[in-house]
């Protein structure tokens, strides 16, 4: 069965701080690995996109990781702002519309 | 930009009722998807369509059903609603990036109150 493991659950960080968060997957066969930003009572925003061949993607002070060999990436957030304060969400797709969805993990960023 | 947008950011109905919750995107999107997010869940998708008059169940269809008679818009029916079907609704819609995968634009969402 396909799974997306995320952690942590949560994680309370310091403004100004930097802060990396993690997803794990089961996920076959392989197409791309997406990082969302839900805001609450938000739908989710892309955030990146990235193939098998692409280890490292980033956008503004997102930086998304992927080793493809151990099934594991990484969204690091620098220099954390308040309104980085949001679920992030991991998701694999394996193609044809399969898309597998982790269980997100919430960030509050506080002053 | 793209948007999606969904007719009611809140719901509230009475068990039994019928449902329609109302997608429309602006971007001339083929795929369009329907999806509920409960706490601890995450994500499921319930139905999703990649043309007009085309529909395929996703992972939890039972209870709902769909309707895409125009390309921009995507209804979700509950025949009749019940307590377990409270939830946040989410509709995405997709273009086709190189390569076959495709990215997903998400309106804000329906918190679908059932009493």
């Known amino acids: 069965k396909n799974q997306v493991e995320q952690s942590p659950q949560s994680l309370i960080i310091l403004e100004g701080k930097n802060c990396t968060l993690q997803c794990n997957y089961t996920v076959s066969p392989f197409s791309n690995l997406r990082w969302y930003k839900q805001d609450t009572g938000r739908g989710p925003v892309s955030l990146t996109i990235m193939t098998f061949s692409e280890n490292t993607k980033s956008n503004g002070r997102y930086t998304a990781t992927l080793d493809a060999d151990t099934k594991q990436s990484s969204l690091h957030i620098t220099a954390s702002q308040l309104s980085d304060s949001a679920s992030y969400i991991c998701?694999?797709?394996?193609?044809?519309?399969?898309?597998?969805f982790g269980k997100g993990t919430k960030l509050s960023v506080i002053p | 930009d793209v948007k999606v947008t969904q007719s009611s950011r809140y719901l509230v109905k009475r068990t039994g009722e019928k449902v329609f919750l109302e997608c429309v995107q602006d971007m001339d999107h083929e795929n369009m998807f329907w999806y509920r997010q409960d706490p601890g869940l995450g994500l499921r998708l319930i139905y999703f369509?990649?043309?007009?008059?085309?529909?395929e169940k996703g992972d939890i269809p039972e209870g709902y059903s769909v309707s895409r008679e125009k390309k921009e818009r995507f209804s979700l029916i509950l025949e009749s609603a019940s307590t377990n079907q409270t939830s946040m609704y989410l509709c995405a819609s997709s273009r086709t990036l190189a390569g076959g995968s495709y990215e997903q634009y998400f309106g804000p969402g329906t918190r679908l109150t059932v009493t």
């Open positions: 369509s990649y043309d007009v008059k085309m529909k």
């Open positions: 998701v694999v797709e394996a193609g044809s519309y399969q898309l597998t």
